[in-house]
């Protein structure tokens, strides 16, 4: 007999805050600005919104609105208009990937066709950029293989580069936002990884198991020094959400790593996200290690803690965490303690009243990550250093 998902007889309670709600803020405060910073815009939201009635309906209502913005990217293509054609490809690859991440199920057909859809759009986008982000696969371990998008920053020569680990919610479309890219504007190229358990990975059944993210992302790094237009003394790791963790699992064990920048905490113990917060995050998370035995994934999670926190106390390079103080997948408290457990050059900014998504400063934070990342990069943090900021937005 099928096994319903953990805490599934809570779902009512996602889908009346649903209808209590004209957007997603209800469910996860901020992420309405985090999204706009990425390149999804309000008034598609809207109607996407306008046409939820529960948490089942959302696939289908992203994947309506990306249709119509595919039809609008062939219809400039087809009038030659390939700046206009780009951005719609773009909404619409961003729109498919909300689609198809919504239906947490091996081998659905649905999930299927929508990560295919996204994946297309995303390459007519990539077509109309002429060359400005590539994709690419790279072998990790056992004969898998995952894939990679890389942004390559103007200009010629080495230039410093950032590996970036999307979180749970997030596939390697998602960011950053390329007509918005703080990094690629300040010289740095930014290399964005399908890890383990996430999007082309899920596709091909390529799980999450503990500790192969950190060693993809190690792969990641060697096929980035084979470029020649990656400098390999400046090499950082910048991992948002559950993607704060997967970047210092790289950067412990890799010491080619210089830097590594985690965004939406999640660096403590994960009772909290999977036992507290709302069931849907459990239920991705077990799809993304390919597990439907709610105990199994239990003591995979204990264990997998375990690794994050031993890899925090080995990291040695320069480190930084991005925060905010109403989070509640990962609250100060844990915060705290995971910063008294590293041993590296570090520093912490933590935003007053701002939730987990962190969208009510995303546009400031982007920028600023970006200038400390390539100022570290350049010169390094000193020995010792142990900086904890409390921002007032």
Known sequence: ???????????????????????????????????????FKYADMERVFQRVSGRRSFPRAWAREATKQ?????????????????????????????AQHLI???GNATKIEYHASAMRCYAGLMDVLDGAITRHEIEIENGQKIAVLFHKAPGDGLKPTVLHAPGMDQIKEDFPNPFNNEFTRRGMNICVMDGPGQGESNMNRVWQTIGNYG???????DWLMERDDVDADKIAVFGTSMGTRY???IGADDDRVKAVIGKMANVGPSDVIYDQA???????????????????FDRFTEERDDYFFAAGE???????????????????DDVKVWMDRLNCPKELWLYQDVF???????????PAIADWTLEVLETGLPAGHDVRRDIQP
Request: overall charge negative; proline content about 4%; some cysteine.
């Open 215 to 221: 060693r993809a992302g190690s792969r990641v790094i």
């Open 104 to 106: 947490a199920a091996d």
């Open 1 to 39: 007999m099928r096994r319903q998902a953990p805490r599934a007889g809570q779902g009512w309670i996602f889908d009346n805050f649903l209808k209590l709600s004209d957007n997603e803020e209800v469910l996860h405060a901020g992420m309405m600005g985090t999204r706009l910073e990425r390149g």
């Open 247 to 249: 970047g210092v699992e």
């Open 70 to 98: 595919e039809g609008l990217a062939d219809e400039a293509m087809a009038a030659g208009r390939k700046v206009t054609a780009g951005q719609h490809f773009h909404r619409a690859a961003l729109y498919f990937g909300r």
């Open 314 to 332: 080995r990291l040695k390079c320069s480190y930084l965490l991005v925060a905010g103080d109403m989070d509640e997948l990962c609250p100060p």
């Open 356 to 366: 987990h998504p962190m969208g009510e400063v995303a546009a400031d934070v982007y």
């Open 278 to 296: 709302q069931p849907n995050f459990k239920r991705i998370s077990m799809y993304m290690a390919g597990m439907d035995d709610e105990d199994e």
